[in-house]
């Protein structure tokens, strides 16, 4: 057999086509990747993957280097006699915003410059099987479907070229995918929110779970169809090398479809919850709630009363008959995704555990005294982490785990809580800055200021307004003497009467580092069994992250830090940044927590206003800590922030989130 070449090989399907044409076929495979970015490594190792789940007794051999030989990106030079090429394979999601017009319009270019004479377009996820009710669908997030070519239409084009085209459009594609890619199939993105919620909730009440189910919204006698990826990938290598009839159109499915109330009890065993399909929207609470933003709005295609099954007549094969995705086997295939997520999870977090092995630790003086900080990741352009007053890194050790790969990272403990002692406010703080970026000879960085930090940003800016080219304010606090109450949080208020009692009198600094060292402690069992699900859900929702309960305590270690953070505090109070904020000309992206108990959202919400070039974010469901509970949704927000901030626009980054955004004035509302 010819060799062939395939678009979206990063996809779930296409990864487990390729597998399964390397396993049966001696050809090689040239590809496009859907995604900018993947690297050779990943998509060799997304291949080899596939191929272990498709054969897990090990009987088919297929090696890593003889995937890596037989795999390669396709050059625009390559010779046609060369590459040899018959046919290529084009695997796109349903759902997906690609600019799909201009991909199908390069791969025909391609396929008359190769002398390739067959095109083959893969559109899975494809919801009922109907071209008419599934444009029909709201797209990720309620926005509106984006106009894009049709099967009918790349068909139409392919022959004007005189080139066969085939179309094949499955149901909602099940399998295991690459942990290192993220799939952006729709029942993939389903498990993905699911798993990333239990996991964040159990790391603020460990036994949520036992006492409290999940319930998913859906209206009454809904059903989908689901086909396991390993019998698509079958199915399509048993029509890669048969003759068809001109222009054919497959339509590939299960059997039967499954009931969504049987899918969320299946769903739940694998899971290890309860998860409950429920047909009255208004009985969910914040953590349902919360669960229903990330799907951001794919719940849609879990909405049909009946999946339509495929014409019998279009049936691309015999192969699927009797092959039913029953309970078992959903199971066993659920079971197998959610082992498969532990680990990953397991893994990035260890690996993000050990960030600070991989910082190069450096110093500096300052303000008359030796500054340690860390810095290392990528050549790209420099993100420089101003953190909280009196706080440690672990923090920021997931966040940059994420970041490193693009970015050149620096961040430290900002000092003047444990040493030097008092005075060292505000204005030390910016020197230390200063220091770092002369030192590292950086002339221009994004700042990223959480809690304490972005007062610290400002100053800088106002200070050398050419080293910044960005700043990102995470849960910011602007609170300073005289600000409106109502943009204070309740534990600014009470913090700021006990610590300016204890400047007053130092004596009291052991009563006050006992009082914040030894914080009243929530039951977690009263709470799950005695409150009703909306309070219980809310309180959960607004507790903070198990393992950061020692960190937060750092400044209370001893009466010394305790009093030194007073100090600290007191003169960040004193500065009153607003003023000069309309004097920033760099963007600006402020982001909020519904959550946060230490900084409200309404003082980012108003400090966003006073900034000449500002994006708001508010995040629900997140708390002060965001950035260590969500990382992964934070730095999807960064990281396209970072490399074009003046084009920035939040409706256009994090994909996976249902979320709006704000420019200067105007109001905001987010998700995840």
């Known amino acids: 057999m010819s060799n062939i070449i395939i678009q979206g090989i990063d996809s779930l399907p296409g990864s487990y086509f390729a597998a399964r044409y390397l396993q049966a076929c001696g050809g090689r495979i040239f590809y496009f990747a859907e995604k900018h970015g993947v690297t050779e490594e990943t998509i060799a190792g997304s291949v080899m993957y596939a191929a272990s789940r498709i054969d897990e007794s090990g009987e088919i051999v297929l090696t890593q280097p003889q995937v890596e030989s037989r795999l390669s990106r396709l050059e625009e030079d390559v010779d046609a006699a060369a590459a040899d090429v018959a046919a290529v394979w084009y695997f796109t999601s349903s759902l997906s915003t690609e600019d799909r017009d201009a991909t199908v319009e390069h791969l025909l270019s391609v396929c008359t410059r190769l002398g390739v004479e067959q095109f083959n377009f893969v559109e899975f996820d494809f919801i009922g099987i109907n071209e008419g009710s599934n444009t029909k669908r709201p797209a990720a997030g309620g926005l509106e479907p984006p106009a894009r070519i049709s099967a009918h239409e790349i068909a139409q084009c392919c022959k004007e070229r005189q080139i066969a085209c085939r179309v094949f459009q499955t149901s909602l594609v099940v399998g295991s995918g690459h942990p290192a890619l993220e799939h952006s199939g729709t029942f993939s993105q389903f498990v993905s929110a699911l798993h990333s919620l239990k996991s964040e909730i159990e790391e603020r009440s460990p036994q949520y779970f036992d006492f409290r ?102 049936t691309a094969d015999a192969l699927l008959e009797g092959a039913a995705f029953d309970e078992d086997e959903q199971i066993e295939l659920f079971t197998l995704l959610r082992r498969d997520q532990d680990e990953a999870l397991a893994a990035c977090r260890a690996h993000a555990a050990e960030l600070l092995s991989r910082l190069r630790c450096k110093t500096v ?70 220091a770092v970026l002369e030192n590292e000879h950086i002339e221009g960085a994004h700042l990223i200021g959480w809690c304490t930090g972005p007062k610290v940003a400002v100053d800088f800016y106002l200070r050398r307004p050419a080293a910044v080219r960005s700043m990102v304010f995470l849960n910011g606090t602007f609170k300073c003497d005289g600000s409106p109450e109502e943009l204070n949080s309740a534990y600014e208020q009470n913090v700021e009467s006990l610590l300016r009692m204890l400047v007053k009198k130092p004596a009291m600094a052991t009563t006050v580092k006992k009082t914040f060292a030894a914080p009243a402690e929530t039951d977690e069992i009263e709470l799950l069994q005695g409150a009703d699900g909306e309070e219980a859900s809310i309180s959960v929702l607004s507790l903070m992250n198990t393992h950061l309960k020692a960190s937060v305590l750092a400044p209370f270690k001893t009466e010394q830090t305790t009093l030194n953070y007073a100090h600290q505090l007191i003169d960040f109070w004193s500065r009153d940044v607003r003023p000069q904020a309309s004097e920033v000309k760099v963007p600006v992206l402020l982001i909020a927590a519904e959550y946060d108990q230490v900084a409200t959202a309404a003082g980012s919400s108003v400090a966003c206003d006073l900034f000449h070039n500002a994006h708001y974010l508010h995040v629900r469901g997140a708390t002060h800590y965001c950035l260590y509970d969500r990382p992964e949704f934070i730095a999807s927000v960064l990281k396209p922030f970072f490399a074009n901030p003046y084009g920035f626009s939040i409706s256009q980054s994090a994909q996976s989130t249902d979320w709006t955004h704000a420019v200067g004035t105007a109001a905001v509302a987010a998700s995840v």
């Open 365 to 434: 003086t300052a303000n008359g005294s030796e500054l340690s900080y860390y810095v290392g990741g990528s050549t790209g352009e420099p993100v420089v982490v101003l953190n909280a007053l009196g706080q440690g890194l672990e923090y920021w050790h997931r966040l940059l785990d994420n970041l490193i790969e693009d970015h050149r990272v620096i961040i430290w403990e900002p000092r003047g809580t444990s040493s030097p002692n008092p005075p060292f406010g505000l204005a030390e703080q910016v020197n230390d800055l200063d």
């Open 213 to 314: 189910t999940l319930r998913f919204y859906a209206p009454a006698d809904s059903s989908v169809n689901l086909v396991p990826v390993t019998r698509v990938a079958d199915l399509l290598l048993s029509l890669s090398g048969k003759d068809t009839a001109s222009d054919p159109t497959f339509s590939i499915t299960s059997p039967a479809n499954t009931d969504i109330s049987d899918l969320c009890e299946r769903l739940g065993v694998a899971y290890g919850l309860g998860l409950l399909c429920v047909e009255d929207s208004s009985s969910l609470n914040a953590i349902d709630r919360a669960f229903h933003d990330r799907l951001a709005g794919i719940e849609q295609c879990f909405f049909d009363k009946d999946a339509e099954l495929p014409n019998q007549a279009l």
